[in-house]
T-cell receptor
Framework: NAGVTQTPKFQVLKTGQSMTLQCAQDMNHNSMYWYRQDPGMGLRLIYYSASEGTTDKGEVPNGYNVSRLNKREFSLRLESAAPSQTSVYFC????????????FGSGTQLSVL | AQKVTQAQTEISVVEKEDVTLDCVYETRDTTYYLFWYKQPPSGELVFLIRRNSFDEQNEISGRYSWNFQKSTSSFNFTITASQVVDSAVYFCALSTDYGGSQGNLIFGKGTKLSVKP
């Protein structure tokens, strides 16, 4: 099983460019998440989707949009990238409700110049 | 407010030493879950353990052990006889249903452990 697959693994953007990070899981999980990881900051939640058809803001949603395309796929879009969005992005999935561990993708290293 | 504090930013030990990573959490919920994840230099996040708020029994898995104490809101992680392969960033995390958060994990800032040969 692939688990959680993220693409791309690396990306360099210029300020103002847009891009979409793709995420897919094959574990039949209802809940999916996008986190960003910055040095010394841990992981911070950007958006999450508790189930297909729903999305909600996390701790740091500004500058991002998400789409829960279907049960398997949850994409993260940067409409106009800024240097402050330089980070490592992780997609994750889990069973519905609290108490379940998150399964993470391998991450996307994004640099915005 | 929900919060996880890992006060130790970096720890360096010599192989075979025991090391304890501290985690202190804050929540008003009576039902909550605590987690530890490992992030080796390769960057992936590896789940280590989950503990619910009603189970204060300590857990041991090989060289790893976890001490959960509700009285001090702590969930500490001990590695016995550390090895170079234990070098990683370790994250403690908290999950509650507060505000309908539905299982979102709130992470501490992580502790970087370096084990030297």
């Amino acid at each position: 099983n692939a688990g959680v697959t993220q693409t791309p693994k690396f990306q360099v953007l210029k300020t103002g460019q847009s891009m979409t990070l793709q995420c897919a899981q094959d574990m039949n999980h209802n809940s999916m998440y996008w986190y960003r990881q910055d040095p010394g900051m841990g992981l911070r939640l950007i958006y999450y989707s508790a189930s297909e058809g729903t999305t909600d803001k996390g701790e740091v949603p500004n500058g991002y949009n998400v789409s829960r395309l279907n049960k398997r796929e949850f994409s993260l879009r940067l409409e106009s990238a800024a240097p402050s969005q330089t980070s490592v992005y992780f997609c994750a999935s889990s069973k519905t409700g609290s108490g379940w561990e998150l399964f993470f993708g391998s991450g996307t290293q994004l640099s915005v110049l | 407010a929900q919060k996880v504090t890992q006060a130790q930013t970096e720890i360096s030990v010599v192989e075979k030493e025991d090391v304890t990573l501290d985690c202190v959490y804050e929540t008003r919920d009576t039902t909550y879950y605590l987690f530890w994840y490992k992030q080796p230099p390769s960057g992936e996040l590896v789940f280590l353990i989950r503990r619910n708020s009603f189970d204060e029994q300590n857990e041991i898995s090989g060289r790893y052990s976890w001490n959960f104490q509700k009285s001090t809101s702590s969930f500490n992680f001990t590695i016995t006889a550390s090895q170079v392969v234990d070098s990683a960033v370790y994250f403690c995390a908290l999950s509650t249903d507060y505000g309908g958060s539905q299982g979102n994990l709130i992470f501490g800032k992580g502790t970087k452990l370096s084990v030297k040969p």
